[in-house]
């Protein structure tokens, strides 16, 4: 016969252990709203008014980042697409797409460009339909995983997983 004396113990602690894991469902689900927030925001010219065109490679922008590893100073460097297109008006438009390189190959390559109607200015590099959305798509996945945490740890839930533990060890 088990000792009530831990029986005790294994529901204390198994009760704070789904409640750190419901806060961290909580965590996920706020860092989710807030990335699905700011990517629909970003990505919501592509859902009301985008336009397609075809735009030029005309060079390369070079950002480069240092970081430490093993005491050691390591310089990485990405390279992102300037793109050249005219809009509905013919005017002239040029941007830097915001998905860059290690390797710059291909200069005056014609890509696919989608911009918005209201401000061509506001444009990317079109990558298809899954690429152009993927960031949306991990912020809905990530709030999903988190709204789902939560419904999974909720109080009425978690005390049906402790009687079941409970009910294991007797």
């Known amino acids: 016969m088990p000792n009530p004396e831990i029986k005790l113990d294994i529901k204390k602690?198994?009760?704070?252990?789904?409640?750190?894991?419901?806060?961290?469902?909580?965590?996920?689900?706020?860092?989710?709203?807030?990335?699905?927030?700011?990517s629909i925001k970003n990505n919501y010219f592509l859902w009301v008014s985008p336009l397609h065109t075809e735009g030029i490679v005309i060079g390369y922008e070079e950002k480069s980042w240092q970081s430490r590893t093993n005491g050691a100073f390591i310089t990485t460097s990405t390279k992102f697409p300037i793109v050249e297109f005219q809009d509905a008006s013919n005017?002239?438009?040029?941007?830097?797409?915001?998905?860059?390189?290690?390797?710059?190959?291909?200069?005056?390559n014609k890509v696919h460009v989608i911009y918005s109607i209201h401000d061509p200015s506001n444009a990317r590099i079109d990558k298809g339909l899954l690429f152009n959305w993927i960031d949306t798509y991990i912020w809905l996945?990530?709030?999903?995983?988190?709204?789902?945490?939560?419904?999974?740890?909720?109080?009425g839930n978690i005390a049906i997983m402790l009687r079941k533990l409970d009910s294991k060890n007797a």
């Not at 996945?141 to 109080?155: A, D, M, P």
């Open 91 to 108: 005017a002239a438009i040029r941007f830097t797409d915001h998905v860059g390189s290690s390797n710059a190959a291909g200069y005056k």
């Open 141 to 155: 996945f990530l709030t999903f995983c988190g709204l789902l945490g939560i419904v999974r740890l909720s109080k």
């Open 13 to 38: 602690i198994a009760w704070v252990i789904f409640n750190v894991f419901r806060w961290i469902a909580l965590a996920g689900l706020v860092c989710g709203l807030v990335g699905l927030i700011f």
